[in-house]
C-alpha cells in the first residue's frame, strides 16, 4: 500500500510537469502566476517546478524586455530536452490512462455480469 501511494504521488507530480510544459508550450510570455492558475497549482509549487526544470535543462528563461537590465518581462521556453520530455509524459499520461480505462471496462463487465445472471 506505501509503495502505491508513492507511485501516485510519483504520478501525479508527472502529470503537474506534464501541465505546466503545455501551458509554457501554448503561450511562453505567461507569469508564474498566470501558470499556477492555469494549471491549478499553487504559486509555490509552479515556482519549485520552473525552477527543477530549468536546472534540469528542460525550460530556460529569456528577457524580452528592450532594457536588458530590467527583468520585468521573461519568457520560458522549451529546449529541445523540454520537447523531448513533453513527449515522454504525454505517452506515458495516455499509456496510463489506458490501462485505467481497461481496468474499469473490465470492472464493468463484471458488474453487468453479476447484475444479469442467465438473461437470454
Request: with cysteine; charged share 35%; net charge positive.
Given at each position: 500500500?506505501?509503495?502505491q ?13 506534464l ?6 508550450d501554448?503561450?511562453r ?5 498566470q501558470i499556477?492558475t ?7 509549487k509552479?515556482?519549485y517546478?520552473v ?12 528577457n524580452f524586455s528592450n ?5 520585468g ?13 513533453k513527449?515522454?509524459?504525454t ?6 490512462k489506458?490501462e ?14 453479476r447484475d ?5
Amino acid at each position: 500500500m506505501l509503495e502505491q501511494n508513492k507511485t501516485e504521488k510519483i504520478n501525479l507530480f508527472q502529470e503537474d510537469i506534464l501541465n505546466l510544459l503545455t501551458e509554457i508550450d501554448k503561450k511562453r510570455s505567461f507569469t508564474q502566476r498566470q501558470i499556477a492558475t492555469r494549471t491549478n497549482l499553487s504559486l509555490g509549487k509552479t515556482n519549485y517546478l520552473v525552477h527543477a526544470l530549468i536546472c534540469k535543462g528542460i525550460l530556460k528563461i529569456k528577457n524580452f524586455s528592450n532594457r536588458p537590465e530590467k527583468l520585468g518581462k521573461l519568457r520560458y521556453v522549451l529546449t529541445p530536452k523540454g520537447f523531448e520530455e513533453k513527449f515522454r509524459l504525454t505517452y506515458y499520461f495516455l499509456k496510463k490512462k489506458e490501462e485505467e480505462y481497461k481496468a474499469l471496462k473490465v470492472e464493468w463487465e463484471k458488474l453487468n455480469a453479476r447484475d444479469k445472471p442467465n438473461k437470454k
